[in-house]
Nanobody
Framework: QVQLVESGGGLVQPGGSLRLSCAAS????????MGWYRQAPGKLRELVAT???????TYADSVKGRFTISRDNAKNTAYLQMNSLKPEDTAVYYC???????????????WGQGTQVTVSS
């Protein structure tokens, strides 16, 4: 069994910063790509950022220059550093990871429970 647990969300003023964490646990053989998605009220879930095992990253245009995704493979953890936050960043942020479980020759996508980020004065 594999679980992803997000943490670090909260209420922050415009221009502030937050750092989200996503910790994977369970019978993990290897984690390939990891990513962050978000879903705002009345909108579809959208990609925020991804990071592959080799360290290459992608970002949504709306967060380029403000957000940074990283990972610590020794801890099976991904991070999302969010700076210069705007009200439109308000959303539930979800962690996603493509994971091979031990003894299973197929990788599956796993999702965390989500963490709320609210940017408001």
């Amino acid at each position: 069994q594999v679980q992803l647990v997000e943490s670090g969300g909260g209420l922050v003023q415009p221009g502030g910063s937050l750092r989200l964490s996503c910790a994977a646990s369970g019978s993990i053989f290897r984690i390939n790509a990891m990513g962050w998605y978000r879903q705002a009220p009345g909108k579809l879930r959208e990609l925020v950022a991804t990071i592959r095992g080799g360290g290459s990253t992608t970002y949504a245009d709306s967060v380029k220059g403000r957000f940074t995704i990283s990972r610590d493979n020794a801890k099976n953890t991904a991070y999302l550093q969010m700076n210069s936050l705007k009200p439109e960043d308000t959303a539930v942020y979800y962690c996603n990871a493509e994971i091979f479980r031990t003894g299973v020759p197929v990788a599956y996508d796993y999702w965390g429970q989500g963490t709320q980020v609210t940017v408001s004065s």
